[in-house]
């Protein structure tokens, strides 16, 4: 049966391919880019002259000059005879019409290089001047796609399938040059040869791999700081949906968790463990813009990533990279023949767990089983409904297979003057749950132009379009449609037979509906669902760079981050009972616009004197913020029809509301990377920021940092030791301040407004109140994180291995927080304060073994983090209670302990016979109930603890629990042979709890609601039968179900994120159809997770810190299985 | 040299920049006023009373009140779907409380926002005084009130709370719990400057603001709680002799839409259908629906008991008006099916029939009738029987019960009724202090029957744990079987509130 299924997976997977890839469309598309980038050149370029009497190779270099046409031709054409050209606006062709039109000389355009000829000796000319080869690798592999150039000029072309490349019209003196991805750039003289064959080197740790840093870039050996960098190679043939997953397990120190497992959904990054109770996002910075997270982006479109770890990489974003920071390079052009790239994939996703509840007999069994034992009426209906024989399992019914697809096409290319690349996406994921699914397109033109020598212009332009439709998940005050699923009774039928078809409203009405409980039928609930929220982004930068002197330059950089963002919710008018209905129709539609305005002026100043090296910069920049939304809402539409979810079809109600704020940030910053013989690096920063979220007078603050590196392999006495294994040791370590002021704007403000939410009756009609909206505090200030960094890096047996580890201490100080104060305040909302100390201590190690065995080339790597969290103070204030959950607040943050730990009573079994309740402390226990744990009385006078009191009371709460996980774990395997690669990869956390707070939904069997069979099965029955799981019972005294370490588990998982198989066709078909390279795959994502967690998933991200690891009904992460193509032109 | 004046321009440009730059860090506050330049004018202090009177109107603020006035008294089974509908009201029903009760939580931040809210006026206010010294006695007088109200509360069901009487500053959050005799203290002292001040009567465009006969008569059900009857008397004839009030002529037309805010009603809580929003943007009542019959459009709560009930004198016409019983038709073709309710009935009292109801179950235009001038005359009654006046006793007894007596026997929104009454109601003649007492004691049982009152009653009355526990005997059930007379006459302040207080807060022996 399960195999039936499967191959059917497949089959309507190859169909939905076929069916949705258009791949005809592409392929026109494709050849179009490519006669066009001949054509278009010649055609678009206007040449403009005005020469009296000046010889024709003149002529030709203005040409040159004026364009990036070039002119090849043998010394037999006579070029020194002498014309008068005046011409404007004139294509190429037309003027050298001009110029040889009485003369013995033919012309050809190709592109950009025009050849002239004495007439009757063409083809000669193109024999004399070309060159051939064959590229291989180290092992004499043939190289196919390798890029080979004439130095300086366009002129260029690939290797063929199996290695081999001819050039043309190639000067004596000049140059080639072989570039080609995870390969040495080689620059070759030509010398007059006529056959050059060359073996390219792979590159194989990467040590000259340039790492940008912020405000620049640095070469990875000299980095004195700790980076995680991840290239575009290493993120390679991994199918991500979400741009954060590239870093999930990938970068050691970096902890990468979904909020859930909704398309779309944001994820968690979470840098060197957990720094303040407020917000803990990184700031983001895509080329350059910093901007508010990378869900938007294309993964395609990603270059390279790196995360600045410690204080003193990132303190040059002061005071907004106290959670570290992320910068995103994307993909830009390169010299050479324009490469272009077609890539796809489509899948199907299914939930990665589908939980077990009970069928229609257990269910009507156990709500019999709970009011016999609780002595309470049964449902008046529970008869007839269970007669009438449905057995509906509501999770498969509204679950679902969802398809994935993605597309993805660009081109890039470009010659001394101009490069670019351009791209285009979409990608479209449906949920594993129905009325779920994620869509973006996106576009992206990166082009950078060289107007002269010095002065560098260019653009980076992305633009994105996302629509997402979500359902309700489980928070901190409403319980989700997860949970409302595996609630549901199951004796109901889907659709509801007696349901009037005839009905106007039948597509909402004819759900069938439960009369014993109030669970809400999920499958009419995300029938209902009408909840799409569209985002339009422009992100962008336009730079000069001018160079003033050799060395000295000074660059601008403009960038902008827009987001046009649209809000759609339409609830149906629909009945199904008096509690499960909407009578009047209503539409809400909101409309946001946030703008983010970035201006950077840099100079750079890099000087090398004779052993000293270094670069100097110093910066200005302004930010500016603004957000402005409204939105409306309007009740009573004539239909449910699609055409009537407009406001203006609803006719009551109307109410519009709308918002703005605003804030910006200016900051000048410097920074000095030192060298010294190649052996002693320091980097220092100092960074000073003032911000408009503080009060006049708290708007400044100073970031500084320092680190240092010593290249011990480049001292004399070590390689003296003759230790020829060890290609680079480098030690590091760095200091440095950085700054959080993540808060509301104006929360220095005390403020007060007026809405409908303070109004009441007066005389018949409702009065305008103003009330107190925000506290503010006007002594909010910056919050400081500190930290130190020390680490290694070794490069051993010829870049084979290489390993890098740091130990951190990073202490958050004067912590930005929103302490959650007493209720008896009457405030209407917590004020932010600086509130303690958090300190973090943890390990990053990396360690990647590489190696090539004749066609068998294998890459490992694994990465491991440690955290260690510890609050050091809480100011003047007390212990901090959060994680709000239908049981209480569950987590406690107190001085001594980790952040957001759990805490609650401890479950001590189960009472077993009335003996065990008669010695226990719990008068109102019966046998079958839980026994918690005395553990402490009535503080004495002094306020000492006491013992164990007799009385289960507030005092007899404790910590049951802590969400940090000890260490993360990531691993990765590649191995490739001949055509065939295989990777996998690994990710895991270990040590940490789970709040499981969805077995408040699942495991109470109060006879109401469905519930986890196991629970239901394995639940105390009689003496002996049960120590874990308490008796089926509608009502009891004892409070079970109170917040306790019932609901921890062990959170511990290991995931097999992506596992893929790729073949890549051999190169002699590849020549045949005419492309240079291809390559087929299957994957596999979220395939096995190894845990012990009961719940659905263990992945689980939250919003809040205070809320960490705690399960509020998770969507639970998608398996998806899918087959893909990639094709280079 | 093009490239030159390329280059002196960005440097201007940054030169620029930078010299602006304490502008560039101002940010305007958008739509919202800093406090500390909005009370400027006694206009500006009316606006910020709007928002003391506004928590009244929460679902926060009626739904405990209906729950600890009703639910855990032997009036009213919690009712719903089952037990498992908001356990939390169920919980309190069953004297089970913990410390996590929801309903608990949210009856404790309604009442401490309000006071708050209170607290600010009664602070800004004297600055703005000479501006209209006499609006601005007012208004303290009515934000005086509300505070008496909203501590009224507390003290009543959690004994000594904080006691704030001005808005506290995040350094004083610090407070231990007062005594409870120092809340009732300010209670008193609340409702006597709020009585002072008050205006008898409103132009009917104030119809709604607290007046001195409010303040008055909660002033005396302040001192009921301390037993105070000779300072109740005095406080409450000044209600009965300012005249402001008469009984309705009909005790079937008091719960209608035409009499809200009539001639017997001394203070009710507006509602209005505004079609405004959700949860508390509305400006009407969750109550109507909330109580009506499951299935008759509504959730289904608050099921007055048979022990209600039979608390009627079969005379008694009240009965009608107070119960709804099934097969009671009403017009709209409403039949009344109370099937699945826990007892099989339902308050007839807060029913809106099919064509009065608002579309949205949240929004009822419907008053609480608060503080009717029925319940005065009652509580006059009764500290006079207790002062030794049985027969001024008697007169304003009587009044009650021939008003009662002249009731519509067949209630016109009825197309026909379950239930026929004959009328006889005798008069009460009683001038034995401990027979009148309890003549009393039923009168107002029967007269506001589920009109939130009954747990009041019981606590002042100091039978509320011999009641109960009775009540469980004769019905044979827990509610009310556990009652314990060291605890139970007061619930448990919210846990978190005594968590986050770290230690200053002392919870309520027992829990």
């Given at each position: 049966m399960k195999k039936n299924r499967c191959c059917n997976d497949i089959k309507s997977l190859i169909f939905l391919y076929l069916r949705r890839m258009k791949l005809t469309l592409g392929l026109i598309i494709l050849t179009f880019f490519s006669s066009m980038a001949a054509d278009l050149y010649s055609q678009t370029t206007k040449i403009n002259l005005d020469c009296e009497d000046i010889k024709i190779m003149d002529v030709l270099t203005e040409i040159e000059n004026q364009s990036e046409f070039r002119f090849f031709y043998n010394e037999e054409i006579n070029l020194s005879s002498r014309v008068s050209v005046n011409v404007s606006d004139k294509q190429v062709s037309d003027v050298l019409d001009i110029l040889f039109n009485d003369k013995p000389v033919n012309y050809e355009i190709l592109g950009r290089q025009v050849v002239l000829s004495a007439q009757n000796e063409q083809t000669e000319v193109f024999q004399q001047n070309s060159i051939s080869g064959l590229v291989t690798d180290a092992s004499g592999q043939p190289l196919p796609g390798v890029t080979v150039f004439l130095k300086g000029t366009s002129n260029g072309t690939t290797t063929s399938t199996e290695g081999r490349y001819s050039i043309n019209n190639v000067p004596e003196n000049g140059f080639l040059v072989f570039t080609f991805i995870g390969m040495k750039t080689q620059e070759i003289p030509i010398d007059g040869k006529k056959i050059i064959n060359i073996i390219l080197s792979e590159v194989s740790i990467d040590i000259e791999e340039i790492v940008t840093i912020g405000y620049g870039t640095v070469k990875k050996r000299d980095l004195t700081g700790s980076v995680a960098s991840i290239s575009a190679k290493d993120i390679g043939v991994i199918t991500v949906t979400n741009s954060a997953q590239i870093l999930q397990g990938k970068a050691s120190g970096v902890m990468v968790t979904s909020v859930s497992g909704s398309p779309g959904a944001d994820m968690n990054i979470r840098i060197r463990g957990l720094g303040t109770v407020n917000s803990n996002e990184p700031l983001y910075v895509i080329d350059g813009i910093p901007t508010s997270g990378m869900n938007n982006l294309n993964p395609n479109d990603i270059e390279s990533i790196e995360v600045l770890k410690d204080a003193s990489s990132s303190a040059i974003y002061g005071s907004r990279a106290a959670s570290g920071v992320v910068l995103i390079t994307t993909k830009k052009g390169a010299v050479g023949t324009p490469k272009i790239t077609f890539e796809s994939y489509m899948g199907v996703s299914t939930p990665s767990k589908s939980p077990t509840q009970l069928n229609s007999e257990q269910y009507h069994d156990m709500i019999q089983t709970a009011h016999l034992n609780g002595g309470t009426k049964l449902p008046k209906k529970l008869e007839s409904e269970y007669e009438k024989g449905y057995d509906t399992n509501w999770w498969d019914e509204f679950t679902q297979k969802g398809v994935v697809q993605n597309y993805f096409l660009s081109a890039s290319g470009g010659s001394e003057k101009v490069k670019y690349a351009f791209s285009g996406g979409f990608f479209k994921q449906e949920g594993t749950i129905k009325a779920s699914a994620y869509e973006r397109i996106s576009f992206r033109l990166n082009s950078d132009y060289s107007i002269t020598e010095k002065l560098k212009v260019g653009l980076n332009l992305g633009i994105t379009n996302s629509t997402r439709n979500s359902i309700t998940e489980g928070t901190q005050s409403w319980f989700g449609l997860v949970s409302e699923a595996l609630n549901m009774d199951p004796m109901v039928p889907v659709i509801n037979p007696d349901a009037d078809v005839n009905d106007p409203d039948y597509e909402f009405n004819k759900y069938g509906y439960t009369s014993i409980t109030d669970s809400k039928n999920p499958v009419a609930t995300t029938a209902r669902t009408f909840n799409e929220s569209n985002n339009f982004k422009t992100l962008g930068n336009a730079y000069l760079n001018y160079t003033i002197l050799d060395g000295l330059s000074y660059r601008m950089n403009v960038g902008i981050d827009i987001n046009n963002a649209l809000t759609d919710n339409f609830n149906p008018r629909f009945y199904l009972t008096p509690s499960e209905k909407n009578s009047l129709a209503s539409i809400y539609r909101s409309y946001g616009y946030s703008q983010g305005i970035v201006l950077d002026n840099m100079i750079t100043y890099t000087k090398t004197i004779e052993d000293h090296n270094f670069t100097a910069i110093a910066v200005f920049t302004s930010e500016e913020q603004i957000y402005d939304r409204f939105g409306g809402s309007k009740q009573e539409t004539l239909t449910n029809d699609e055409a009537n979810r407009v406001l203006d079809a609803a006719t009551t109600s109307d109410q519009i509301s709308g918002t703005k704020s605003s804030n910006s940030l200016l900051s000048y910053l410097g920074r000095i990377n030192y060298s010294f013989k190649d052996k002693y690096l320091l980097t220092a920063s100092i960074r000073r920021d003032g911000s408009s979220r503080f009060a006049p007078g708290y708007n400044w603050g100073l970031f500084p940092s320092v680190s240092l590196g010593w290249k011990i392999n480049e001292e004399s006495f070590f390689k003296k030791l003759n230790v020829q294994f060890v290609d680079l040791l480098k030690l590091r370590t760095g200091w440095g301040q950085i700054g959080n002021q993540n808060i509301s704007d104006y929360a220095y403000l005390s403020l007060i407004k007026?809405?409908?939410?303070?109004?009441?009756?007066?005389?018949?009609?409702?009065?305008?109140?103003?009330?107190?909206?925000?506290?503010?505090?006007?002594?909010?200030?910056?919050?400081?994180?500190?930290?130190?960094?020390?680490?290694?890096?070794?490069?051993?047996?010829?870049?084979?291995?290489?390993?890098?580890?740091?130990?951190?201490?990073?202490?958050?100080?004067?912590?930005?927080?929103?302490?959650?104060?007493?209720?008896?305040?009457?405030?209407?909302?917590?004020?932010?304060?600086?509130?303690?100390?958090?300190?973090?201590?943890?390990?990053?190690?990396?360690?990647?073994?590489?190696?090539l065995i004749s066609d068998f080339k294998y890459d490992l790597g694994v990465n491991l983090t440690t955290l260690n969290n510890e609050v050091i103070s809480l100011g003047t204030g007390g212990a901090i209670y959060g994680g709000k959950t239908k049981l209480g607040q569950v987590t406690k943050t107190e001085v001594g302990q980790p952040i957001g730990s759990f805490y609650g009573y401890v479950m001590d079994g189960i009472f077993q016979n009335n003996e065990e309740v008669e010695k226990g402390v719990q008068p109102n226990a019966e046998p079958g109930d839980i026994r918690f744990k005395d553990i402490a009385g009535t503080p004495d006078s002094n306020g000492n603890p006491t013992g164990p009191d007799g009385i289960i009371d507030g005092y007899d709460l404790t910590y049951i629990g802590n969400p940090i996980p000890d260490f993360l774990l990531g691993f990765s395997m590649n191995l490739t042979y001949k055509n065939f690669d295989l990777g996998l990869f690994l990710q895991g956390v270990y040590g940490n709890e789970i709040y499981n707070a969805s077995k408040f939904f699942t495991f109470r069997a109060n006879g109401r609601y469905n519930m986890d069979q196991d629970a239901y099965l394995n639940a105390w029955n009689g003496e002996g039968t049960s120590n874990t799981i308490p008796r089926i019972v509608s009502t009891e005294k004892n409070n079970n179900f109170r917040n306790s370490s019932f609901f921890i588990e062990d959170g511990s998982y290991l995931r097999l994120k992506d596992i893929h198989l790729g073949y890549s066709l051999p190169s002699s078909l590849c020549k045949v159809i005419n492309i240079s390279n291809l390559r087929l795959f299957v994957s596999a994502q979220n395939l096995v997770t190894f845990t012990k967690y009961s719940g659905l998933d263990p992945e689980i991200g939250s919003s809040t810190l205070l809320d960490v690891g705690i399960d509020y009904g998770t969507y639970p992460q998608p398996k998806t299985l899918m087959g893909g193509i990639s094709i280079n032109f | 040299m093009k490239n030159k004046n390329i280059l002196s321009l960005f440097i201007v440009l940054t030169i620029t920049t930078m010299f602006s730059c304490e502008d560039f860090l101002e940010r305007p506050p958008y739509a919202l006023l800093s406090s500390d330049v909005f009370y400027s004018d006694p206009e500006k202090l009316m606006q910020g009373l709007t928002t003391a009177y506004d928590p009244l109107s929460f679902m926060q603020f009626d739904l405990p009140l209906m729950t600890y006035g009703n639910m855990v008294t032997d009036d009213s089974e919690k009712g719903g779907s089952d037990v498992n509908d908001i356990p939390s009201m169920y919980a309190l029903s069953r004297f089970r409380s913990v410390p996590d009760n929801i309903t608990s939580s949210d009856f404790w931040n309604t009442l401490y926002s309000g006071i708050y809210a209170s607290n600010i006026i009664i602070q800004k206010a004297p600055e703005l005084e000479s501006q209209d010294p006499a609006l601005v006695q007012r208004i303290v007088g009515e934000a005086k009130f509300l505070r008496g109200l909203y501590y009224f509360h507390l003290a009543s069901v959690f004994g000594g709370v904080p006691l704030a009487i001005t808005p506290l500053t995040p350094g004083e959050l610090t407070l231990?719990?007062?005594?409870?005799?120092?809340?009732?203290?300010?209670?008193?002292?609340?409702?006597?400057?709020?009585?002072?001040?008050?205006?008898?009567?409103?132009?009917?465009?104030?119809?709604?603001?607290?007046?001195?006969?409010?303040?008055?008569?909660?002033?005396?059900?302040?001192?009921?709680?301390?037993?105070?009857?000779?300072?109740?008397?005095?406080?409450?004839?000044?209600?009965?002799?300012?005249?402001?009030?008469?009984?309705?002529?009909?005790?079937?037309?008091?719960?209608?839409?035409?009499?809200?805010?009539?001639?017997?009603?001394?203070?009710?809580?507006?509602?209005?259908?505004?079609?405004?929003?959700?949860?508390?943007?509305?400006?009407?009542?969750?109550?109507?629906?909330?109580?009506?019959?499951?299935?008759?459009?509504?959730?289904?709560?608050?099921?007055?008991?048979?022990?209600?009930?039979?608390?009627?004198?079969?005379?008694?016409?009240?009965l009608i008006y107070t119960i709804t019983f099934n097969g009671d038709v009403f017009f709209g073709n409403d039949t009344i099916d109370n099937s699945e309710a826990p007892t099989p009935y339902h308050n007839q009292k807060v029913a809106l029939g099919t064509n009065e109801r608002a579309t949205s179950f949240n929004d009822q235009g419907y008053n609480i009738r608060f503080l009717r001038y029925a319940d005065v005359l009652l509580l006059y009654a009764e500290v006079l029987n207790e002062n030794g006046k049985p027969n001024e006793a008697l007169t304003y007894l009587n009044l009650v019960r021939d008003r009662a007596r002249a009731t519509n026997p067949i209630d016109p929104r009825r197309v026909s009724q379950v239930i026929n009454i004959t009328v006889d109601l005798p008069p009460v003649t009683t001038t034995s202090k401990d027979e009148l007492r309890l003549k009393i004691w039923h009168e107002r049982r029967v007269e506001l029957a589920m009109e939130y009152i009954r747990r009041f009653d019981l606590v002042r009355q100091k039978r509320y744990g011999q009641v109960m526990r009775e009540f469980a005997t004769k019905y044979n059930t827990d509610k009310g079987s556990n009652f314990n007379d060291g605890y139970h006459y007061l619930w448990p302040i919210p846990g978190n509130e005594v968590n986050m207080s770290n230690g200053k807060l002392v919870q309520n022996p027992g829990y």
């Open positions: 007026g809405s409908n939410s303070t109004r009441y009756v007066i005389g018949g009609v409702p009065l305008q109140g103003y009330a107190p909206i925000v506290m503010g505090n006007p002594n909010i200030k910056w919050e400081t994180v500190e930290s130190s960094n020390f680490g290694i890096d070794a490069n051993l047996f010829k870049n084979k291995v290489s390993f890098s580890a740091d130990y951190y201490i990073k202490e958050t100080r004067d912590m930005l927080l929103q302490v959650p104060l007493v209720k008896y305040s009457g405030y209407p909302s917590d004020p932010w304060s600086n509130a303690g100390s958090i300190r973090n201590i943890g390990w990053d190690i990396q360690l990647n073994y590489r190696n | 231990e719990r007062a005594s409870s005799d120092e809340v009732w203290n300010q209670v008193e002292i609340d409702f006597s400057e709020a009585a002072e001040v008050l205006p008898l009567k409103y132009p009917a465009s104030d119809v709604g603001r607290a007046t001195k006969g409010a303040a008055n008569s909660m002033l005396a059900k302040a001192y009921l709680m301390r037993q105070k009857y000779e300072l109740a008397e005095t406080a409450l004839a000044k209600v009965v002799s300012s005249n402001q009030y008469t009984l309705i002529d009909d005790f079937g037309k008091i719960f209608t839409k035409s009499f809200e805010n009539g001639s017997e009603s001394v203070f009710e809580i507006q509602h209005l259908n505004t079609n405004s929003g959700w949860i508390n943007e509305t400006e009407g009542t969750w109550i109507p629906l909330f109580c009506q019959s499951r299935k008759n459009g509504g959730y289904g709560f608050d099921c007055p008991t048979e022990d209600l009930r039979n608390e009627f004198e079969p005379g008694d016409p009240r």
